[in-house]
Nanobody
Framework: VQLQASGGGLVQDGGSLRLSCAAS????????MAWFRQAPGKEREFVTA????????YYGDPVKGRFSVSRDNAKNTVDLQMNSLKPEDTAVYYC???????????????????WGQGTQVTVSS
């Protein structure tokens, strides 16, 4: 599975950005997909996940109510809509994929063997 993330950039406090992750090598409906982020000096942090089977979505507490994940199985893409951005959202954002995850571990980076290259999101105050 190859993943290509795009859509990062510089935005002001309170602004919006939309990230996209294009998957190839396997049909998206067979993949559990996730977004993580990593700020300088910090550990990789769970942002959101979406299950291939059933389409259930999960969000990290810091982004609930502001971020929304969606998947287009026909286009093999997963998008992350980020609204009401804050300076603390500044990080490199990574999309990740797994053929199967379990509920107890889907928030862990270790559950995902496939990763995109990351895209920088910077929110200025």
């Amino acid at each position: 599975v190859q993943l290509q993330a795009s859509g990062g950039g510089l935005v002001q406090d309170g602004g919006s950005l939309r990230l996209s992750c294009a998957a190839s090598g396997r049909t998206l409906r067979r993949l559990d997909m996730a977004w993580f982020r990593q700020a300088p000096g910090k550990e990789r942090e769970f942002v959101t996940a979406t299950r291939g089977s059933g389409g259930h979505t999960y969000y990290g507490d810091p982004v609930k109510g502001r971020f929304s994940v969606s998947r287009d199985n026909a286009k093999n893409t997963v998008d992350l809509q980020m609204n009401s951005l804050k300076p603390e959202d500044t990080a490199v954002y990574y999309c990740a994929a797994s053929s199967t995850t379990i509920l107890s571990t889907l928030r862990s980076p270790n559950a995902y063997p496939f990763w995109g290259q990351g895209t920088q999101v910077t929110v200025s105050s």
